[in-house]
């Protein structure tokens, strides 16, 4: 089997490769697992002092529900953070007063860098860099929404 891989693509995945590798990096300094991390990002990205629906963090993060589930248990039990029911069928993640320093030790350090790299930047390559970002997730979609398994 050839590689049919162009370079701009060969490119690509290592770049998003190293970021996702950059990451991992940031959270093992910062003494979290990945996944605490992605939980602990969500809720502060949620803006409502702590509480998000668990709904938005699985959604935001991406993460199967078991592995949200095992870093939920966890982060329980250090006492970081609750789970609450908000409906029949929902409940809510929050923050306890040590989760809520965690956080700000962890998950906004890592938001604070990442405002202070998007601010650093020309609004103009802002800009580009997420049109060209959601162009591309947008044609990825339309170019593989019927992909099924060849039997």
């Given at each position: 089997m050839q590689s049919s891989v162009s370079k701009a693509l060969q490119?690509?995945?290592?770049l998003s490769a190293e970021i996702s590798e950059a990451y991992h990096e940031a959270a093992a300094r910062l003494g979290l697992s990945d996944s605490?991390?992605?939980i602990l990002y969500a809720v502060c990205d949620c803006g409502q002092d702590g509480v998000c629906p668990l709904q938005t963090v699985c959604r935001q993060t991406s993460l199967p529900k078991q592995t949200v589930n095992s870093a939920l248990r966890k982060l329980e039990a250090e006492d970081a953070l609750?789970?609450?029911q908000s409906g029949k069928k929902s409940k809510n993640i929050?923050?306890?007063?040590a989760g809520k320093r965690l956080a700000e030790a962890t998950a906004l350090r890592v938001i604070q860098a990442e405002n202070e790299i998007?601010?650093?930047w020309q609004?103009?390559?802002?800009d580009v860099y997420l049109t060209l970002t959601e162009k591309y997730l947008q044609e990825f979609r339309k170019k593989t929404k019927d992909f099924r398994v060849k039997e």
């Open positions: 490119r690509f995945n290592y605490a991390m992605q609750r789970l609450e929050c923050l306890t007063d998007w601010a650093s609004a103009e390559e802002v």
